[in-house]
């Protein structure tokens, strides 16, 4: 039965692994924008 319950849940937890990986990459890319676009506001 134990056999049964990982093939119904492939992968469990590791998506949201890679969504938190994802998500950092898309904060740390919207930190380095705000960077060079808000000088330009400021000015």
């Keep these: 039965m134990e056999d049964h319950q990982q093939?119904?849940?492939p992968g469990?937890?590791?998506s949201q692994?890679?969504?938190l990986r994802q998500l950092q990459r898309e904060n740390q890319r919207l930190?380095?924008?705000?960077e060079i676009v808000e000088p330009m506001?400021?000015?």
Excluded: M, P, S
Aim: hydrophobic fraction near 25%; avoid cysteine; charged fraction near 40%.
């Design 17 to 19: 692994d890679e969504q």
């Design 7 to 9: 093939k119904a849940f």
């Design 12 to 14: 469990k937890g590791h």
């Design 41 to 43: 506001l400021t000015t």
């Design 31 to 34: 930190k380095e924008t705000v």
